[in-house]
């Protein structure tokens, strides 16, 4: 068993949104359904870490979610910025149930340990906050990353944390967020979000605090999962 993980599937299967018009994203659904492939096996575990699809509504997710589990292994989704379909934790589990979606899974305020980790994470929140609304959603994501890795200090296995904004980008630190991680003994981070090379060039991979820092959204891993062990 393995432990992948990628970001920003940006999947609009059932809506009128495609990515294909963005360079570098030509015909990706298949190019990274190929790729998947070639290296997935049913035993492993793939977290995608937000920006899932482009529905609007839960419903309208039906086609995203069916390519999503038919992709092997199981898959654990957390939120992204656009994922406005996302509801509460009960109502997607019951929805994914009653359409037999039960390769996917669900981190919201809780983990799952898989293999030597124990997974845990959230959406995360802008880096540089400056309205007292970004300022309270980033303390609300603070808070449920804390809830997360609270959820996982009793297993034996190392907490590894995935998140949809990027902590660090360029010369900024969101400095709250890595003394949680730092706290918990926190040493791999993967977070998304970023895209388009000239965006990507700025983002940081790479040690930290102690903590490894790496991108894996969709363009920037070439649309092929990245190995976390």
Known sequence: MSLFTIADFHLSLG???????????????????????????????????????????????????????????????????HDYWWETQSKINRWLSEKGFDSIKILFNNSFEVEDYVICGTRGWLIDCSTDEDRHILEREQGRLRLSLESAKDSDKEPVVFLHYPPIYGNQVQDRMIEIMSEYGVKKCYYGHIHGKNMIKGAFNGSYKDIEFRLVSCDALGFMPKLVR
């Open 15 to 81: 809506t009128d949104k495609p990515m294909d018009v963005f360079k570098g994203w030509d015909n990706y659904v298949d190019r990274l359904k190929s790729n998947w492939e070639s290296l997935v096996t049913d035993n492993d575990t793939v977290v995608i870490a937000g920006d899932i699809s482009w529905a609007m509504k839960l419903i309208e997710t039906e086609k995203d979610f069916g390519f999503i589990d038919s992709l092997k292994g199981t898959k654990i989704l957390l939120k992204g910025n």
